[in-house]
Each structure stands twice: as structure tokens, then as C-alpha cells.
């Protein structure tokens, strides 16, 4: 039980990734804060995590992109358990749209949400947890290798990343840690909703289809005192695609 007396938030938290992340860390004991957009999402997705053997779990309702909702998030945290050890930034937004069609309130969208929310989770993260405690971004591959008609996703990801690397040398000093994740194809609505798949222009061999548990299973890795020396690590979770890309 790595996480008996710790309390993580996780934002997304009521599907896919995050729901998976927040019942795996309920599973080795951390009290959960699951943080999403649809209150009764995160509520409903709270009881799952109790139900699944959490010793305690409550669902918040949190914008990311609104700095004042990250913060309140936070501040429920202490307020509700007196503690905050973990933080999965895994909330995100993928749109879909040629370039030329783009607009600029196209890319504030996303970059809000994909990249902003984590900062802002980051940033008051650094002003309230103490030594010891560590941040997980949920970025992509796409940040590496991408398709078309997610320009604003792949770039939001790509900053993610380079956000991971500043944040893991300022919370070096603070004794926090920061880290990501890349997943692959993830059996999850936001693959199989995905115009490029759809119509078969991007094909997924189901061999390299993994599932928000595999995904889960890393984040709660990196936030364990396991990875107490990894800092400012980049870890593609892919099944290997990327190597064939």
C-alpha cells in the first residue's frame, strides 16, 4: 500500500485515465480528490474509487483553465484531509481541425486546458505541498510524432513536456518532484471519437491498444516514493508504436 495516508488529486478523474489513475491510487490507499469539469461526473466517479477499495474519495468540481477553480481545488484538499501529496495533471482537450481552419480562440481552448491547467495545478502546487511530494502530467506521443488536424493538441502536449522539465528544476529544491507520462492508442472514447481513425487515415493495430490502467499503473509508479530519484522524466507508454512510426 505505497500511498496509506497520502492524498492525491486528479484532474479528468471521471473517465478514462483519470477515473483508472484515481481507483488505482484509492486501491494502494490514497485518499482521492478527483477533479473534474462535470460535478456529478466526479461525484459519480468518487464512488467508484470508494467502491473499488479507496479508503476515502470526493469529487470536485474544477474547471482547468481557470486559475481561481485550480486553486479552490487545492484548497479543498487541505481543507478536507489536511494534506496534499500527489497531483496527476491528466485533464485534456483534443480538437480537430485543418490549420487553415484554425482560430485563434481554437488554440486558447486547448492550450488552456492542456497546458494551463497544469501549470496552474503546478503552480500552487509549489506554494502549499510539502517536500516529498510529486506531480504527474499526462502529456502524448503526439507531442513527439503527431497526425493532421491536431496542430494545437500536439503543440499543447509538446509544452507540456518542457513545462515537466522547468518544473522538475524548480521543485528540485523544494523536494517535489515532476513528471510525465506519453501514452499511446488508450482504449478510451478520445481514440476511437478521432475523425483520423474513423476514416481510416491513421491505423491502429489493436496489438498496440493499451488501456487507462496500463497508463495508471505508470503515473501511480512516478508518484510513489519508488521513483524517489526520478525527476523531470519523460516516459512514453506506447506498447512500442512509435518505434514503427
Known sequence: MRFTGKVAIVTGGASGIGLATATRLGAEGARVVVADLDAQKGQAA???VRDAGGPDALGVACDVAREDQVQAAVGIAFDRFGRLDGIVNNAGLMLFKPIAEQTADDWLRVLSVDLLGAFYFTKHAFLRMAPGC?????????????????????????????????????????????????????????LWNNPNVKSGQETIDPADVGTPEDIAAVIAYLLSDDARFVQGAMVRVDGGRLNRL
Not at 142 to 168: D, F, M
Open 134 to 190: 510529486a506531480i504527474v502530467n499526462v502529456s502524448s506521443i503526439h507531442a513527439l510524432e503527431t497526425s493532421p488536424l491536431v496542430a494545437c493538441y500536439a503543440a499543447a502536449k509538446a509544452a507540456l513536456l518542457s513545462l515537466t522539465r522547468s518544473a522538475a528544476l524548480e521543485g528540485k529544491p523544494k523536494g517535489i518532484r515532476v513528471n510525465a507520462v506519453l501514452p499511446g492508442a488508450i482504449d478510451t472514447p478520445m
Open 46 to 48: 468518487a464512488q467508484r
